[in-house]
């Protein structure tokens, strides 16, 4: 199966066996000028044929029967339109049709986030869950929900839990509103907050290896951080019901310093709600990428 996920600085491609093993994967730039017409597609072919290449001088690699491919922002993944990116500029790009043109192969769109829950519950964190939420907190903050086994779409509009409002009076988020638990916990906002507060500008890796050494700049950041993120939790737990939540992106390195603050914060602002688990995703970078294989794997 070939997967592809195009991120916003990095593409990853793999032929992916039956139990989401990598046999050939590769990672290289997101090539630039992808808001042009057909650039897309183009560059997924491309790293498509790439792949196929690699496959054929390993006996081991797996037969490809189809392809998956995954990119961020709104994705209509039934259409198999990538509809908007606000990093990557693509508007409305067909994906699915001129891509199963040229490769020859069916063509699965979908969305990095979605795709990187199934990935969880088919070979990570989430085996055996029903209901999810998978909180990716990188650079930005992403969500996508999975309920009574379904991941959730939405035509592309679900999961935006980036963009709920966790303090109505503070920082303006990149979307022009005010307060998105994007512009207070993601690993920029943290960057931006530490930086006001100390001076120094470092990745939100070292304010987390501070928060453990009991630096008390570093620990106000990330205790603001940290409720912002359990209040977006409480909401979504009480809206959907989920009973896991996964946190991933790259904040989720910081391990128990995000989640043992985190699930204290969230336990208490829970009233009647079910109670959920808080835990670290399991497949890091890699879910996106093993995503797309399983919506290839669902296409045969
Ligand atoms: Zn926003």
């Not at 530490?194 to 500008?201: F, I």
């Amino acid at each position: 199966m070939a997967a592809v996920d195009v991120g916003g600085t990095r593409t990853k491609s793999a032929l992916v066996d039956g139990d989401g093993a990598e046999v050939v994967s590769r990672t290289g730039p997101t090539p630039r000028g992808l808001d042009q017409p057909g650039a897309l597609p183009r560059a997924v072919e491309a790293a498509f044929a790439e792949l196929v290449e690699l496959g054929a001088r390993g006996a081991a690699a797996p037969e490809v029967v189809a392809l998956g491919v995954v990119v961020p922002g709104l994705v209509d993944d039934r259409a198999g339109v990538a509809r908007y990116s606000a990093n990557l500029g693509w508007r409305d790009e067909p994906v699915v049709a001129p891509l199963e043109e040229t490769v020859h192969v069916p063509v699965a769109l979908g969305h990095d986030v979605r795709a990187g829950l199934l990935a969880e519950s088919r070979w990570g964190a989430a085996q055996s869950a029903r209901h999810a939420l998978f909180l990716p907190v990188g650079t930005g903050i992403a969500g996508a929900l999975m309920l009574d086994g379904h991941v959730i779409s939405a035509d592309g509009w679900s999961g935006e839990l980036g963009h709920v409002v966790v303090e109505p009076d503070g920082p303006v988020c990149g979307c022009g509103a005010r307060g998105c638990l994007e512009a207070v916990a993601s690993a920029a906002a943290i960057e931006a907050a530490y930086a006001a507060c100390s001076g120094e500008r470092v990745g939100a890796d070292l304010v987390a290896g501070r928060v453990a050494a009991g630096e008390p700049a570093a620990q106000a950041v990330w205790t603001r951080a940290v409720e912002a993120l359990a209040r977006a939790v409480v909401t979504a737990v009480t809206l959907t019901g989920v009973d896991l939540v996964l946190v991933g992106g790259g904040l989720a390195r910081s391990g128990e310093v995000l989640l043992s603050p985190l699930r204290e914060a969230v336990e208490s602002r829970l009233t009647f709600q079910r109670r959920p688990r808080i835990t670290g995703a399991a497949l890091g970078d890699r879910a996106g990428c093993l995503g797309s294989a399983c919506l290839a794997w669902d296409l045969v």
